[in-house]
T-cell receptor, first 113, second 114 residues
Framework: QKEVEQNSGPLSVPEGAIASLNCTYS??????FFWYRQYSGKSPELIMS????GDKEDGRFTAQLNKASQYVSLLIRDSQPSDSATYLC?????????????FGQGTELSVKP | DVKVTQSSRYLVKRTGEKVFLECVQD?????MFWYRQDPGLGLRLIYF???????EKGDIPEGYSVSREKKERFSLILESASTNQTSMYLC?????????????FGPGTRLTVT
């Protein structure tokens, strides 16, 4: 089992819809969770971090964390074509040696006009 | 704003050459990281450092070495470049405390070894 798993996609949604990106992790002691957006040919950009169970909202983005189910998700409301990118989930494990993060393979999102 | 810079955006080297990739961050971050990213393989950690002169192997350290002589600078060295090291190389940095462990990436260096 991979340590951090994401559906590779592509996930295709129409403009204006809600895009839902999911991530599961294997280390039950994980404490910190991050979502990055990566446009083609560019480097990853941090968009959300979440540390406690529940929802965290930032503009059109909502991160949801459920530690009991070892599940973290990212919702993008009112999706725009500019949201088309690969979204990477990253998790810091319990034994977070030197701030090391474990990244998922990423989910490619395509927002159709 | 956190700024992480990398010495080159694009680099072309020949097989067997020694290659230096440099990364500089301006936010006094303790932790620094080198990744490579290849299609279908995701981000893979090569080396990381949590303090000056300290280094730890990541998942794929073979064929690479690193140097961290100053807190703000972390160098990746390919001792003898090979074609299978053609890749996008990404540097990142993070704090050890405060806003814990959010990693910020540089723009990347696309290295081609011919």
């Amino acid at each position: 089992q991979k340590e951090v798993e994401q559906n590779s996609g592509p996930l295709s949604v129409p403009e204006g819809a809600i895009a839902s990106l999911n991530c599961t992790y294997s280390d039950r002691g994980s404490q910190s969770f991050f979502w990055y957006r990566q446009y083609s040919g560019k480097s990853p950009e941090l968009i959300m971090s979440i540390y406690s169970n529940g929802d965290k909202e930032d503009g059109r983005f909502t991160a949801q964390l459920n530690k009991a189910s070892q599940y973290v998700s990212l919702l993008i409301r009112d999706s725009q074509p500019s949201d088309s990118a690969t979204y990477l989930c990253a998790v810091m494990g319990f034994y977070n040696q030197g701030g090391k993060l474990i990244f998922g393979q990423g989910t490619e999102l395509s927002v159709k006009p | 704003d956190v700024k992480v810079t990398q010495s080159s955006r694009y680099l072309v080297k020949r097989t067997g050459e020694k290659v230096f990739l440099e990364c500089v961050q301006d936010m006094d971050h303790e932790n620094m990281f080198w990744y490579r990213q290849d299609p279908g393989l995701g981000l893979r950690l090569i080396y990381f450092s949590y303090d000056v002169k300290m280094k730890e192997k990541g998942d794929i350290p073979e064929g690479y070495s690193v140097s961290r002589e100053k807190k703000e600078r972390f160098s990746l060295i390919l001792e003898s470049a090979s074609t299978n090291q053609t890749s996008m190389y990404l540097c990142a940095s993070s704090l050890r405390s405060g806003r814990p462990y959010e990693q910020y990436f540089g723009p990347g260096t696309r290295l081609t070894v011919t």
